[in-house]
């Protein structure tokens, strides 16, 4: 049963290669493919997500079921992660080429229809984020960005509803404070 868990029925440099070869392939795959795939899922982008991971699954163990091949291949994972965040830190540049660029959606309350077909958004994907964000529509939007990683960037126009709602808020705040600190004081006082 040890000799099942620990035998690599593989050669370890193709139990090593295997899962960087993929890992690469699939890096390149998801950019050509869109930030869209990082952002919002719907169910079917979920769908093909899972299943990516066991259509690749092969691919990355071949033959090998051991417990050996198995940590060999999530090392091998890892530290081709960990060398390639490296390399990329190091040159912002190939940074750039590899993660892409942010696209911008909306400005000064305007959809840019070409961004939203480029990125395969819907209208409606974009409000949902922006009602996340406590942002009633597109005309209270300043600049909303998809950014490389599939994450959205969304800044307020100056006097939308969130904006203008969050100041008073603060303003109510910071008169609420100073009455307690008048009544520390004239409770001290006595």
Do not use: C
Request: avoid cysteine.
């Amino acid at each position: 049963m040890l000799h099942d868990m620990l035998h690599l029925p593989v050669p370890l440099l193709e139990k090593i290669l295997r899962p960087i070869v993929v890992y690469l392939a699939l890096i390149i795959l998801l950019r050509v493919f869109g930030k869209r795939e990082l952002a919002q899922l719907n169910p079917f982008d979920l769908v093909v997500l899972l299943s990516l991971s066991n259509t690749v699954q092969n691919a990355i163990i071949g033959d090998d079921n051991s417990l050996t091949g198995g940590l060999v291949g999530a090392l091998s994972l890892l530290a081709a992660n960990w060398v390639l965040n490296r390399i990329l830190f190091a040159y912002p540049k190939l940074n750039d080429i590899v993660q892409g660029e942010e696209t911008v959606l909306i400005r000064d309350g305007m959809l840019d229809e070409k961004a939203m077909r480029d990125e395969i958004l819907t209208r409606e994907e974009l409000v949902g984020v922006l009602h996340k964000q406590g942002i009633r529509g597109l005309g209270d939007v300043e600049e909303a960005t998809l950014e490389p990683s599939g994450t959205f960037y969304v800044e307020a126009k100056k006097d939308s509803f969130p904006r203008t709602r969050h100041e008073e808020i603060l303003s109510r705040i910071e008169e609420l404070m100073q009455e307690v600190k008048k009544l520390q004081q004239s409770d001290a006082a006595r």
